[in-house]
Nanobody, 127 residues
Framework: QLQLVESGGGLVQPGGSLRLSCAAS????????IGWFRQAPGKEREGVSC????????NYADSVKGRFTISRDTAKNTVYLQMNSLKPEDTAVYYC????????????????????WGQGTQVTVSS
C-alpha cells in the first residue's frame, strides 16, 4: 500500500517562496504519477501540477506556470513542488496524490483519477 505525506507548508509574504514535499512510503513513488492539488475554503479542489512516473513529463495549471516547479528525488522517494512569486490567491491546503497509470504523461484535470491521497499541508500567503 502506498502512503503519501505532505510537508513544507506555512505562512509566507506575497512574492515569497515555499517548497512542498510529498514523501512516499510502502512502494517507490517512481511507480506512480504524482499530482499536486489545492483547495481553498469555499472553492473546489484545483489541479496544480503533476509529473509522470516513467517519462517524467510535467504539466502545470495556467495560474502557476512560470512560478511553480515540480520535481522528484528518486533516492529520497519524494516529489517536490517549488513555489515562487507566491500570491494571496495561492492560499489553500495543498495535497499530493498518486495514480499508477500515469507512466507516460499525466493530468490534473480530473482529481478522481488519482488513487492515493495525502492529508494536505496549509499554505498561507499574506502580508
Amino acid at each position: 500500500q502506498l502512503q503519501l505525506v505532505e510537508s513544507g507548508g506555512g505562512l509566507v509574504q506575497p512574492g515569497g517562496s515555499l517548497r512542498l514535499s510529498c514523501a512516499a512510503s510502502g512502494v517507490t513513488s517512481d511507480s506512480y504519477g504524482i499530482g499536486w492539488f489545492r483547495q481553498a475554503p469555499g472553492k473546489e479542489r484545483e489541479g496544480v501540477s503533476c509529473i509522470s512516473s516513467v517519462f517524467r513529463r510535467t504539466n502545470y495549471a495556467d495560474s502557476v506556470k512560470g512560478r511553480f516547479t515540480i520535481s522528484r528525488d528518486t533516492a529520497k522517494n519524494t516529489v517536490y513542488l517549488q513555489m515562487n512569486s507566491l500570491k494571496p490567491e495561492d492560499t489553500a491546503v495543498y495535497y499530493c496524490a498518486a495514480r499508477v497509470r500515469f507512466g507516460v504523461t499525466c493530468s490534473v484535470a480530473e482529481p478522481t483519477l488519482y488513487d492515493y491521497w495525502g492529508q494536505g499541508t496549509q499554505v498561507t500567503v499574506s502580508s
